[in-house]
């Protein structure tokens, strides 16, 4: 049973409570309580304070035999500078199914990044009366899930770094006594991670004394190529100057410099695995098949061949379990990883899905950016990992956005709005529905429903939103009904909610966009660029070309592609608005997440480390001193 919730009234004359003062103001349920009205047992739940908790993994063996509620993907359309405002849909969706339409709801999102909260976003909780709290908590360091990520990333890039320092100063022998010393009683013995490897090698040995002198060299040697590295280190901050640095130029690891650099930690593989994997023993397996470098023989090393797999499980085994939280409201929200859209797959894990799916008759589950990146990888990639099939989509649009995407004019942070954008203007907003239209069209390419949500702003008139949902039904929506959410809470999203449940009843017929086992890694490119994106065609770099024929030896042009772009635009260019025609994708590299079940191509300039802004938002960011309450937040 949810509260009784009603709204503070926005008179638009006057100011608007910010997100954070609406967030301070909603009355939480403790997090127990939450916890019994879904079905979580205490024994089930790992506190962290009133208001959020840990679930552990148990649960779904007890919970096995129960058939899932029904799956919605919430997407949108190109994001622009103005915002879509699809969290904010999502959670307002997910109050209004709960809250005021009397159904059993989840809401499954992501954790945000630090990056972008104090670089230009300011925070991802939702907005106004429809948000998850506490907001501060969301926005900040949650439960510690993406600072276990960055020390399990950066424990992997110490390690072989180590590894490769080691060997280029130790013969054989003295390697291996360092690697398997004797105890006191004078045996070696192999610690479980050197088993795997000696059975990598073929080498049937269990006893260290025994093993030749070339099996002691190929055991004791991973021989990395550095030139072949693609692992680097991370931190949660958006900082450009750690995009390319040059490591080892200390004086006692002279001889040992290498040019690397930083990502951002949601970029890292081992988020996208928490995101994708299913248990605690399928995350040890798939970080044991992380492929770091290859050696200079052309075999791939692992995480595992490192022997570093089993502590980065170690530092991972809290976070794989998903954090509860609530919505203003006091609906359900699961809130686990966070891998970014436009560089990893962008979406929350198939763990908190499968646990809500369980516990609830609707679960909401959110893709990041727009439907051709967040979506597309939703069912090309989480899709086939979880074995969940979607009952619908929701697709976010707003007015002023399709605007933009018509040739509106830039927005500058600060600046008010161009009256493009505060006054009616039909034909603008029609040369913007095609990307619209173009989102719809893919996502119904995987034969899942799909219903527009209209978000609604004060300065949309009637007759732009009637245009909207005209296009979108044209387009072949089931429905297309305007949204009230932000200012309104759940109750300004009971009509959305009332279509939603309804485009679940209706039939669909899921696939995939391609099959991984019958199409080559180009292959596999070239569908999605050409029939998700629109293109022309492909082109590769030379390095692309060469990493191609390298993963096919190496058998991984069996798994799904991760495209790496731009999330301001149906192509790779940002520049290009609307629904662009006539243009050919440029693929600069490609890495191979193989532990998270990927390779992902990057498309034109796609940065994996972001960089802050001139106004960051930090600027705003404190504590009050007189109440103790983060201020600044948005």
Known sequence: MTKEFTPTPLNLRTPVPSDIEIAQEATMKPIKLIAEEVGIEEDELILYGPYKAKVSLDILDRLKERPNGKYIDVTAITPTPLGEGKTTTTVGLSQALGAHLGKKVFTAIRQPSQGPTFGIKGGAAGGGYSQIVPMEDFNLHLTGDIHAISAANNLVAAALETRMFHESRQKDEALFRRLCPRAKDGTRTFAKPMLKRLEKLGINKTNPDDLTEDEIHRFVRLDIDPDTITWRRVVDINDRHLRQITIGQGPKEMGHTRVTGYDITVASEIMAILALTTSLADMRERFGRIVLATSRSGEPVTCEDLGVAGAMTVLMKDA??????????????????????????????????????????????????????????????????????????????TVRALKMHGGGPAVKAGAPLAPEYTEENLELLKAGLPNLE?????????????????????????????????AAIAAGAEDAVVSRHWMEGGAGAKALGEAVIAACEKPSDFKFLYDLETTTIKEKIEIICKKIYGANGVEYSDLAEEQIERYTKLGFDKLPMCMAKT????????????????????????????????????????????????????????VDLETGKVVGLF
Not at 438 to 459: L, M, T, Y
């Open 567 to 622: 999330h301001l635009s149906l192509s790779h260019d940002g520049s290009l608005k609307g629904r662009p025609t006539g243009f050919t994708v440029p693929i600069r590299e490609l890495r191979a997440s193989v532990g998270a079940g990927f390779i992902y191509p990057l498309l034109g300039e796609m940065s994996t480390m972001p960089g802050l802004p001139t106004r960051p938002v930090y600027y705003d960011v404190d």
């Open 438 to 470: 173009a989102h719809i069209e893919n996502a119904k390419r995987f034969g899942i429903p799909v219903v527009v949500a209209v978000n609604s702003f004060k300065d949309d008139t009637e007759a732009e939103v009637e245009l909207v949902r005209k």
């Open 320 to 397: 794989i379990m998903p954090t509860l939280m609530q919505t203003v409201e006091g609906t359900p929200a699961f809130v686990h990883a966070g891998p970014f859209a436009n560089i990893a797959h962008g979406n929350s894990s198939i763990i908190a899905d499968k646990i809500a799916l369980k516990l609830a008759d609707y679960v909401l589950t959110e893709s990041g950016f727009g439907a051709d990146i967040g979506m597309e990888k939703f069912f090309d990639i989480k899709c086939r990992y979880s074995g969940l099939i979607p009952d619908a989509v929701v697709l976010v649009a």
